[in-house]
């Protein structure tokens, strides 16, 4: 079995020619290659492979006057004035073993904050994967992490936030939200070869052009709590039934065996 690492799990989904294209461009981190990555795109992320709920996460940018700045998780940018600089900082700041680099996306957000969306699979009273909701995670006022625990965010529905954010015009919401369900049951499918799983939580970035992009697949305790922060509470209702019902199924399966 691979390890549960961020790395092995990008290498793993990258092994899926449908699932490819949606993942960012994504490295071990070594300061080597911060020249490269920050030559190619205007803004990465550097994330520690073995945490979650955007700990530890690191976004970084250069500026138009051709210094650096970086947020570690949330509060005012810290300059860099060089590269050597900006390597040297960081050190300091990955306190883990390893981390993995990313290209940055420009995020979709809702009055000047950016938000993702998690839509959360679960295996129903028969085994099978179903889709049991999705919503919108905003970041918080000075938060870099879309994390509502970590980051001072908060839940929205997702036609919500596309709609408020600008990022597909009102015909394509539909689409889109089809499409993240289709591609969360690709992940799913593809994750039954690396290990057994009741209940994934798939993280979609979605940028300012309307371009889809899996950020995080969360396996076996994905936030169910996340689902009761919104009004409506019929995704956490079916999440919490369809958790009940394959609890049983397991329950009666051992009881046979």
């Known amino acids: 079995m691979i390890s549960s690492s961020k790395w092995s799990l990008h290498q793993f989904f990258s092994e899926s020619p449908y699932i490819r294209p949606y993942l960012p461009p994504t490295a071990l981190y070594q300061p080597a290659n911060l020249d490269s990555y920050l030559a190619k ?24 006057r051709g210094d650096y700045q970086f947020v570690k998780e949330r509060g005012e940018p810290v300059q860099a004035n060089s590269l050597a600089d900006l390597k ?11 981390y993995v680099i990313q290209k940055g996306l420009d995020l979709a957000e809702i009055d000047a904050r950016p938000f993702d969306i998690r839509v959360m699979m679960m295996r129903n009273g028969l085994g099978k994967w179903q889709y049991a909701g999705m919503l919108a995670k905003v970041a918080g006022a000075d938060s ?31 689409g889109i939200v089809s499409l993240l369900i289709q591609i ?29 992009s899996i950020i ?30 394959y609890k049983n199924r ?7 065996a």
């Open 88 to 98: 040297q900082q960081l050190a300091v700041q990955c306190t883990e073993k390893n």
């Open 144 to 174: 870099i992490i879309t994390n509502v625990a970590r980051g001072g965010g908060y839940a929205v529905t997702v036609p919500h936030a596309l709609k408020k954010s600008g990022a597909v015009t009102p015909d394509k919401i539909k």
């Open 41 to 64: 795109y205007s803004t990465v992320y550097i994330k520690p492979t073995r945490t979650h709920m955007g700990k530890g996460i690191i976004r970084v940018w250069k500026t138009d």
């Open 216 to 245: 995080e697949v969360n396996y076996d305790f994905p936030s169910h709590g996340l689902f009761a922060k919104l009004k409506d509470k019929t995704y956490y209702h079916t999440i919490k039934r369809l958790h009940y019902q």
């Open 184 to 212: 969360s049951h690709r992940v799913c499918a593809h994750f039954n070869k690396y290990r057994h799983s009741a209940q994934i939580g798939v993280d979609f970035a979605i940028d300012k052009t309307g371009n889809l």
């Open 250 to 256: 397991v329950k009666r399966k051992q009881r046979k």
